[in-house]
């Protein structure tokens, strides 16, 4: 049973298009939930940690919300260097350390 | 701005050899991780360190596995008898304390293709 889903698994956006990124979760308690930017053969790269709902977080073109059930990632006016798969974690409470559980992530590409 | 490095960043091994994946973590960082990512897969947790023993571990990370924290420094991956499976990019990563949400920053990874 996956904890963590993301969606579209794909996202092809014009430049200057903005959408909106799906992250949805089912834990016990969460602790933070995490978005993380991955290019290509390189490693998770932090962005974003939101921790109760109703929280907002922003960077550049990025927003990050997230309610009980969810999170979005927001990306207005893209261009096309915040082509990337957009990664989602979340770490539970109860849990004996804060390891984190991904999805799958969201292969975005931004066209010029 | 700190970071978490890895070494080596590709290395090819033949299947049953041993092989050792090194990390030096953010110097003033407590919590130690390894995470594998195969080929078009999700990022998953391999193990946690703390206080110089494992402190949590998933089913991945069996007999085969092991972690050490040889020095102040270095963080260690060893694979005893790599398998084919065990092809995979494997992240390092490090997070500063056990408080609420505590953000966990990745090394760039190192690539292990097992022939």
């Known amino acids: 049973e996956d904890q963590v889903t993301q969606s579209p698994e794909a996202l092809r956006l014009q430049e200057g298009e903005s959408s909106s990124l799906n992250c949805s979760y089912t834990?016990?308690?969460?602790?933070?939930l995490f978005w993380y930017r991955q290019d290509p053969g390189k490693g998770p790269e932090f962005l974003f940690t939101?921790?109760?709902a109703g929280e907002e977080k922003e960077k550049e073109r990025l927003k990050a919300t997230l309610t009980k059930k969810e999170s979005f990632l927001h990306i207005t006016a893209p261009k096309p260097e915040d082509s990337a798969t957009y990664l989602c974690a979340v770490q539970e409470y109860g849990g004996a350390t804060n390891k984190l559980i991904f999805g799958t992530g969201t292969l975005l590409a931004v066209q010029p | 701005e700190p970071e978490v490095t890895q070494t080596p960043s590709h290395q090819v091994t033949q299947m049953g050899q041993e092989v050792i994946l090194r990390c030096v973590p953010i110097?003033?960082?407590?919590?130690f991780y390894w995470y594998r990512q195969i080929l078009g897969q999700k990022v998953e947790f391999l193990v946690s360190f703390y206080n110089n023993e494992i402190s949590e571990k998933s089913e991945i990370f069996d007999d085969q596995f092991s972690v050490e924290r040889p020095d102040g420094s270095n963080f260690t991956l060893k694979i005893r008898s790599t398998k084919l499976e065990d092809s995979a990019m494997y992240f390092c990563?490090?997070?500063?304390?056990?408080?609420?949400?505590?953000?966990?920053?990745f090394g760039e990874g190192s690539w292990l293709t097992v022939v």
């Open positions: 834990v016990s308690g969460l602790r933070g």
């Open positions: 990563a490090s997070s500063g304390g056990s408080g609420l949400g505590n953000t966990i920053y």
């Open positions: 939101l921790y109760s």
């Open positions: 110097s003033n960082h407590l919590y």
